[in-house]
């Protein structure tokens, strides 16, 4: 079975300022990785995804995410946040070949403050 | 483009009434999944489906019902609904180990 882990349920911080939002996984088989990024009454918009390949991807809006198989981790970052960055964050795994399901984290609120 | 579309937006439904959620997509994708999302819980899922005809349990079925007669279509259905059925829903779909593309999700309160 597949499970999540997003430490930190809010995050905050200043406009400028470096983005991390942490994503620990764990799954029998190397799984798919996505960060998903949900605005108020919204449904959820695909950030960036790690399927093979390259373990550093880059996603929309500045964001890029490593994938460190050794840590199991997949951690979220951008270099400089602005306002519009402020939404919920999910990390969700899914298992190549397990009918493309997927499991998510609990979700990180980030909040942006001038 | 409209991608994937759920209706209604928003229901209140009394306990025990019944309802569908409707979704369709126009990606031709085989792969269609509903979730519910509730306040610090992340998204579980509901049910899913590989093809027309084809659909299976997810994390958490009980109170639910779902059938997929096209491709493009993937009703939930609630029976007998109850409080514990409040929640926002999500619709998605999807190709093969590729992304999921979701709906704008349905706002249910049941009181």
């Known amino acids: 079975a597949q499970s999540v882990t997003q430490l930190g349920s809010h995050v905050s911080v200043s406009e400028g300022a470096l983005v991390l939002l942490r994503c620990n996984y764990s799954s029998s088989v190397p799984p798919y990785l996505f960060w998903y990024v949900q605005y108020p009454n919204q449904g959820l918009q695909l950030l960036l995804k790690y399927t093979t390949g390259a373990t550093l991807v880059k996603g929309i809006n500045g964001f890029e995410a490593e994938f460190k198989k050794s840590e199991t981790s997949f951690h979220l970052t951008k270099p400089s946040a602005h306002m519009s960055d402020a939404a919920e964050y999910f990390c969700?795994?899914?298992?190549?070949?397990?009918?493309?399901?997927?499991?998510f984290g609990t979700g990180t609120q980030l909040k942006v403050e001038l | 483009n409209a991608g994937v579309t759920q209706t209604p937006k928003f229901r209140i439904l009394k306990i025990g009434q019944s309802m569908t959620l409707q979704c369709t997509q126009d990606?031709?994708?085989?792969?269609m999944y509903w979730y519910r999302q509730d306040p610090g819980m992340g998204l579980k899922l509901i049910y899913y489906s590989v093809g027309a005809g084809i659909t299976d349990k997810g994390e958490v079925p009980n109170g639910y019902n779902v059938s997929r007669s096209t491709t493009e279509d993937f009703p939930l259905r609630l029976e007998l609904a109850a409080p514990s059925q409040t929640s926002v829903y999500f619709c998605a779909s999807s190709e093969l180990n590729t992304e999921a593309f979701f709906g704008q999700g349905t706002r249910l309160t049941v009181v």
């Open positions: 990606m031709n994708h085989n792969y």
């Open positions: 969700a795994v899914s298992e190549p070949g397990g009918g493309n399901k997927l499991t």
